[in-house]
C-alpha cells in the first residue's frame, strides 16, 4: 500500500513526508485493520510534520481523522464486521487501570498513545486501530465530511464544555479553523451567542454565514463581554487578550495541544473576578460518543477542501498558510491499482 510517513521533522516547505510503499498492517489481536477513504488534515498533524511535537515513533504515518471501512479483525475483536464503517481518531489507547482512567479522565492518561503520533494514522491506504477506541459511524454523512469530526469536531466539543458556557450565554471564539467552525455550529445550536475573533477574512465570512453574531480581528475586543471563549489559535500572546474580554466568572479554554508561549498576565485586568484560564487535553471516548451523536443530531456539517491523498504535503502547506476555511480531507482514489 502507499502511506506518507514523517521522514524529517522540520517545516512543511523542506518536505518532511514522503510518500512510500509499505505492506498492508497487520492487525493486532486486539486491533482492526481499515481501509481508509477519506482522512482530515488537522493542525496536529502539522505539529508532528514539523517537530513542534517530539518524534514518538519515527517514520510515523500522520492522520488521526480516518474514515473508513473495516477490512479485517484480530482475534480477540469482536462486534465487527468486515465492511462496517468505522472512524479511527487521536485517542488510539489508554492502560485502562490508571487513576485518571478510573475516575472517567482517560484522556490524561499518563500511558495514553495516540494515531498519527505513536503509532501509524491515516496519511495511508490502511490503518489499524485497537476497537476498542474504533468509532462506530451511522449513515447519512459521506466520508469527507464526517472525517473532520473525528477531532476537530470531537475537540471542539470537549473545549466547548471546558468552557462551561452557561445556556444561552455570550462565547468569544480565537481563531476560525477546522475545529472551531463546528464548535460554533454545536453552540449555536444550543442556544448561545457567538463572537468569532480571527484573523482571516474568509473564516469571518464563513464565521458569519454560520450564524454568528459579529466577527472582528483576533486582537479586536469583542461586543459584548464573554461568559465563556475558547482559545483555537495557537498564539498564546492572545491568552490575555481573550482573558481581557471576559466578563466576571468567564472561562477561557485553550483548545490546541500545542501553543506559543503566553506573555505574562497582569493579575487585575486578566485574572482577578475569578475568570478562569484551563487547557483541553485530547479527549475521552465518551466526550467522541456524545458529540457524533450531537453532530447527527444537529446535521453539524464540516466545511471541507478535498485534496486526493497523494496532495498530502500541499494540503499541510494550505493549512498552515490558512489557504482554506474550514477543513481540509485526504481522499483514497477507490479505483482498485493495477
Ligand atoms: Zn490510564
Ligand atoms: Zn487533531
Known sequence: MRAWEVIRPGPVEAEPLRLVERPVPVPGPDELLVHVRACGVCRTDLHVAEGDLPVHCPRVTPGHE???????AGRAVSGFAPGERVGVAWLRRTDGTCEYCLRGSENLCPASEYTGWDADGGYAEYTTVPAAFAYRLSEGMDDIALAPLLCAGIIGYRALRRAALPPGGRLGLYG???????????????????HVLTRDPAARRLALDLGAASAGGAYDEPPEPLDSAILFAPA????????RALDRGGVLAVAGIHLSDVPPLRYESDLFQEKELRSVTANT???GREFLALAARHGIRATTHAYPMEEAPRALRD????????????????RPRG
Request: aromatic share 4%; proline share 2%.
Open 66 to 72: 480516518a474514515v473508513g471501512v473495516v477490512a479485517a
Open 176 to 194: 476560525f479553523g477546522g475545529s472551531a467552525h463546528l464548535c460554533a455550529q454545536l453552540a449555536l445550536a444550543e442556544g448561545a451567542t457567538v
Open 236 to 243: 498564546g500572546d492572545l491568552v490575555p487578550v481573550a482573558l
Open 285 to 287: 471516548r465518551e466526550d
Open 319 to 334: 493549512l498552515k498558510e490558512g489557504r482554506f476555511d474550514g477543513a481540509a480531507v485526504l481522499v483514497n482514489d477507490r
